[in-house]
């Protein structure tokens, strides 16, 4: 089977050069495990973090050894009573064709329920990230005017639909072309969306809600995070998921020069891990399954065939080529 390794830390943009595949034997499962078969694998701005040798709140990749990150596949070997052959989970060994790994670790899927893909994305740890963000972290309430970065992203094009379902008075998005922003008025029901790209970013946000926000889903840092705070209401909310804009910078980025605004408008920007929240995984299928069911969250996927393109799909989620989840197809 071939795998995708680490073979070096990358400085600056990952390039080609930062992968290496290799060919190796099919692992065995023993007891309390199984073998799956992946079918799918996510690539996902997380993972340019552990690319990097430093401390944070998952381990940094090691070079020479496979990487790793959400999976799909079927069960094609069981030594476990709990996970039988035939069954399709969810794990955390990705970027390899066939992955072994314990039981207790996998989370089992009903294929007749959803789409597959869906499991990685809107009814996996992307659309339960967008949930926790706006409704716990954020702690958004109805009527209440939100923005979002990285607005036709997996996560971001979640947390925008979850706002307008529950009830938000306006939801204004930030995407990176002409094309995503359609997408996200046209199809997906945002009130505005905007291109980052055309001008300034607070500008942009001023005229989009001329009396203010009161949350910010971020998923980018840099100038959408201070063109927020400028906007943000007294009492603002704001859910720090991602800051994609400087993950491959060499330096370190300056904070928000107007960072001092929270002060006198007290807000609330704070950072989260979706996975200390687990708890809330049962609220969220309750709430989120039917939405994705009855069509009324769509959810868009930009999928690429062969784990020999994984590295390249991966380079393209970090130049914004992808349009909702980014995902590797890995088997039929």
């Known amino acids: 089977m071939k795998e995708i390794r680490l073979a070096a830390r990358p400085d600056g943009w990952p390039t080609d050069d930062t992968f290496e595949i290799a060919d190796v034997p099919v692992p065995t499962a023993g007891p309390g495990e199984v073998l799956v078969r992946n079918i799918y694998m ?4 997380y993972m340019r973090g552990r690319m990097n040798d430093t401390k944070s709140y998952v381990p940094p990749f090691q070079v020479g050894a496979p990487l790793d990150g959400g999976a799909l596949g079927e069960v094609v070997a069981s ?10 989970v969810v794990h955390g060994l990705g970027w390899r064709e066939f992955s072994v790994t314990e039981a207790s670790r996998v989370r089992v899927v009903d294929p007749a329920a959803a789409d597959l893909s869906a499991y990685l994305g809107v009814l996996g740890l992307t659309g339960f990230t967008a949930y926790v963000g706006l409704l716990d972290i954020a702690q958004f309430k109805e009527g209440e005017t939100v923005f979002v970065s990285g607005a036709a992203g997996a996560v971001g094009s979640i947390v925008g639909q979850i706002a307008k379902l529950r009830g938000a008075k306006r939801v204004i998005g ?3 072309s002409a094309e995503k922003v359609s997408h996200l008025v046209d199809d997906l029901g945002f009130d505005v969306a905007s291109n980052y790209r055309d001008s300034p970013v607070r500008k942009q946000l001023r005229a989009a809600a001329p009396d203010g926000i009161d949350v910010y889903f971020d998923n980018v840092g840099g100038d959408h995070l201070e063109a927020a705070i400028g906007s943000l209401n007294k009492y603002g909310r704001v859910a720090m998921c991602g800051a994609i804009a400087g993950y491959n910078e060499t330096a370190a980025p300056a904070g928000p020069r107007n960072l001092a605004l929270a002060i006198g408008k007290e807000l609330n920007l704070r950072g989260f ?9 049962p609220d969220f299928l309750a709430e989120v399954g039917p939405w994705v069911r009855s069509g009324q969250i769509k959810a868009r996927e930009t999928i690429v065939d062969g784990l020999e393109n994984a590295p390249a799909a991966f380079i393209g989620l970090l130049r914004g080529e992808n349009t909702g989840k980014m995902l590797v197809k890995l088997a039929s």
């Open 42 to 45: 996510s690539v996902d701005p």
């Open 273 to 281: 891990i979706v996975s200390n929240h687990n708890r809330r995984m």
């Open 79 to 88: 030594e476990s009573p709990d996970v039988p052959v035939g069954a399709f």
């Open 174 to 176: 930030s995407a990176g």
